[in-house]
């Protein structure tokens, strides 16, 4: 009954007061004074559709360079800044009596388990070059061989990675296979969803292109297992990754294609729209859940406010990082569907499973400021949705 309260109360808080953005002499009280919020009340399609209406003319306006900005036009209820915001824990060290066993915490985190786990981590960097470099090097001749060895390598270091977090990670389902025609698609919290699910499997992934050391492990071992790279600045990189998407679920002997619809990290309390282009290949869509447990660290990575290797480093000097995987049920796109609704079903299983909350916003708009063209495309597709739906009752 609790969780039950708590959930309508978050629900109340994304819903604006729409009698607040009307006229006052806009709304009518006949003889037995019925409201607006009455009329809203004769169907809950209607009353989300009014909701997400209000909500996305407030967030369009010119306040997207900074996100933070729209607090003060909208207090409380942003729901679209509350999806990559951080959520530290409650400080629990406030007394006398807890203060020193925080202390004693900080004491084996950082001068216990964290050398430890940098030990962990240089050990299996050492190992895995000792065995990458010659594999990579001198079986030029044996593809097909060293492109096995090659997946082995990359999930040995994966390993080593989670092992350096004291990574508590459980699988559910059935472990993918390399199929032809089969993509999967998964919420993105952090890059480490990759290192999660690669550990398993060698999935070929389509990332962002990063500077530094992590691009330089892009380009070179990374490019061994297939993985896709793309400038989000650059739009021509996505005709190329379109492309190299067709032709990668075709291959027979490709690694399975692992896609992150979201386009960006979501903090793992919500989940933002699905970028349709996993979902108009004709394949089978594999959903994976992810779900990480804050109760020892927040894994979501704040790319705004901290590169990856301050991530990391948060990461390793934490307690450990415990999460679920869920592999579901595969998807087919059901006649006369089309990419977009499909998307937004996948969406909803993923979901469902890992308990997150499914919001209409685009995570676009956390890099860019949308054009007015953009917001009339996106608000004429979701009015004509609405609309699909109100038929549909």
């Given amino acids: 009954m609790g969780t039950s309260n708590a959930s309508n109360l978050d629900l109340d808080l994304d819903r604006p007061n729409i009698e607040d953005y009307l006229p006052t002499d806009s709304i009518q009280e006949p003889l037995r004074k019925l409201r ?61 009596y807890l203060f020193p066993l925080w202390c004693l915490g900080v004491v084996v985190r950082y001068g216990i388990l964290f050398p430890v ?55 559910h389902g059935p472990r993918p296979c390399a199929r032809p025609k089969q993509v999967f698609v998964a919420n993105h919290t952090s890059m480490i969803d990759f290192i999660i ?21 892009q380009s070179t071992i990374l490019e061994s297992v297939g993985c896709i790279w793309f400038n989000r600045s650059e739009a021509k990189d996505r005709e190329i990754v ?41 394949s089978t869509v594999c959903p994976i859940a992810i779900k990480y447990n804050k109760i020892f660290v927040d894994a979501f990575w704040n790319s705004r ?12 000097t934490s ?13 087919n796109m059901k006649p006369g569907e089309t ?17 997150i909350k499914k919001v209409p916003w685009d995570g676009y708009l956390k890099y860019s400021r949308p054009s007015p063209k953009h917001r009339e495309r996106k608000q004429q597709s979701f009015a004509e949705s609405v609309l699909r739906g109100l038929e549909d009752k």
């Fill in 339 to 355: 990419a977009i609704e499909f998307a937004e079903r996948v969406r909803g299983i993923i979901s469902v499973r890992a308990g």
């Fill in 242 to 282: 379109a492309r190299k998407l067709r032709e990668h679920v075709e291959g027979a002997e490709n690694n399975p294609l692992l896609i992150f619809p979201e386009g960006t990290c979501v903090n793992n309390q919500y989940s933002v729209m699905f970028k349709k282009g996993a979902f108009e290949l004709g």
């Fill in 36 to 96: 607006l919020r009455d009329l809203l009340d004769i169907s809950p399609t209607l009353t989300e559709a009014v909701g997400a209406i209000v909500d996305a003319n407030l967030a369009s306006w010119d306040c997207f360079n900074s996100l933070d900005c729209s607090r003060h036009l909208y207090p409380g209820n942003d729901s679209f800044t509350r999806c990559f915001k951080s959520n530290p824990p409650e400080p629990w060290n406030w007394n006398v």
């Fill in 197 to 217: 699910l690669e550990q398993m499997t060698a999935f070929a992934v389509i990332m962002q292109k990063h500077p530094g050391w992590v691009g330089l492990l």
């Fill in 117 to 171: 786990r940098v030990i962990i981590l240089t050990l299996g960097w050492i190992i895995f070059l000792s065995c990458y470099i010659p594999v990579h090097l001198l079986l030029k001749g044996h593809d097909k061989l060293r492109k096995k060895l090659e997946r082995v390598l990359v999930e040995l270091i994966c390993c080593f990675f989670v092992a350096s977090w004291t990574g508590v990670v459980k699988y």
């Fill in 305 to 316: 406010k901290q590169s990856f290797t301050t991530h990391l480093l948060q990461l390793m």
């Fill in 319 to 331: 307690w450990a990082v415990v999460c679920d995987v869920w592999y579901l049920e595969p998807q």
